[in-house]
């Protein structure tokens, strides 16, 4: 914790300075104008990447409802946007000619199969069941479930109308679909959405890409309720980097079965990256002179010793030494403001050997 300097107690691993690299300030100086001290230490770091990203359906939670049969839409039983659907529920009823003459072509086949099953013409019997296959064939690339084709078989009974169903659960997103409406093949009728996942789209910096990872923890909060927090984890990092932005795109999977996040909303985004045990200082105790940076060693009798110093990470709040420190040394964790309010200091720093143009 901070504190006042514990005179006559040396520091575990400090030890004297070359004499130029020392500074000598009175002791009731330094409180006066408010420096502070904190013995070096190894602290667990986290890195804190906050970001804003934008909420996207999962992909692989979309459905496109489609036929693959042209006619006419009968009766339409889910008719707006935005209704919730269960996977196969029927969305609407068709009637097509051309399937109506399928199923009567394929009633034809199978009595007929029944009938020559036994013959001695082996090339009739062979020909109705070839017919028999190409109607069931036909009825299956349509999408017509093998239970209606059973039900056909059962009940002699052509089906006026087909059924389509919902192919998963959702929520529609866009219908196309109208009663008596012609359809052709392939014409997009609904759209359905399942948003109990949703994906999180954010940019990350080039320089922070190295501390992303796939399956990492992801906090996810809107701006309008920045107090309702979503979990969720790092699902993909894209493989490109923007060339203007310098950023890379990263998709966050979130699991969205209250609906909070919709597609469109943007959200605020925090991604915690532990960094491991680290000998570290607050950011503040460092002197950043833009060619080095500087720290301040305060020592028992009340010398502060200047060190030039090569950092590392930063997180948190806290500043990475990788050298020109060693832990349980007492440092000045106040530097810049001990630099602007002494101007002993101020010019003996400005002085410094090989501190060129140091200004503060």
Do not use: C
């Amino acid at each position: 914790g901070e504190g006042k300097s514990e005179h006559g107690q040396q520091p575990p691993g400090s030890k004297p300075a070359p004499g130029g690299n020392m500074l000598v300030v009175d002791t009731q100086r330094l409180q006066s104008i408010g420096v502070k001290f904190e013995t070096a230490r190894k602290r667990d770091m986290t890195k804190i990447i906050r970001t804003v990203g934008q909420v996207v359906p999962d992909e692989r939670l979309l459905a496109d409802v489609n036929i693959k049969i042209e006619g006419w839409i009968d009766r339409l039983l889910v008719n707006t946007t935005g209704e919730q659907v269960n996977k196969g529920q029927i969305l609407f009823t068709l009637y097509s000619p051309e399937l109506v003459a399928t199923q009567q072509e394929y009633l034809l086949a199978l009595q007929a199969v029944q009938r020559l099953g036994d013959s001695q013409f082996k090339d009739v019997a062979d020909g109705a069941r070839s017919t028999l296959e190409m109607a069931r064939r036909r009825l299956q690339l349509w999408d017509i479930e093998d239970y209606h084709i059973q039900e056909l078989e059962r009940t002699g009974k052509v089906l006026k109308t087909l059924p389509i169903h919902a192919p998963l659960s959702g929520t529609i997103t866009e219908k196309k679909a109208v009663a008596g409406m012609h359809v052709e093949p392939g014409d997009s009728l609904y759209s359905i959405t399942d948003l109990s996942r949703v994906w999180v789209m954010v940019d990350i910096y080039e320089y922070e890409l190295p501390l992303i990872a796939k399956g990492q923890p992801v906090r996810v909060s809107l701006t309008y309720a920045p107090q309702q927090v979503v979990e969720g984890t790092v699902g993909f990092i894209y493989p490109t980097v923007d060339e203007q932005t310098r950023t890379a795109r990263v998709r966050v999977e979130l699991d969205n079965r209250a609906e909070l996040l919709k597609p469109g909303m943007y959200a605020n985004v925090e991604l915690s990256i532990p960094l491991g045990n680290r000998l570290v200082v607050p950011k503040d105790a460092v002197l950043d002179s833009g060619e080095r940076r500087i720290l301040f060693i305060h020592h028992p009798d009340g010398r502060l010793e200047w060190r030039p110093a090569v950092v590392g990470v930063r997180g948190d709040g806290w500043v990475e030494i990788l050298e020109g420190l060693t832990e349980g040394e007492h440092i000045v964790t106040t530097a810049n403001f001990l630099l602007d309010s002494e101007s002993q200091l101020k010019a003996a720093v400005g002085g410094m050997q090989g501190m060129p143009g140091m200004q503060h």
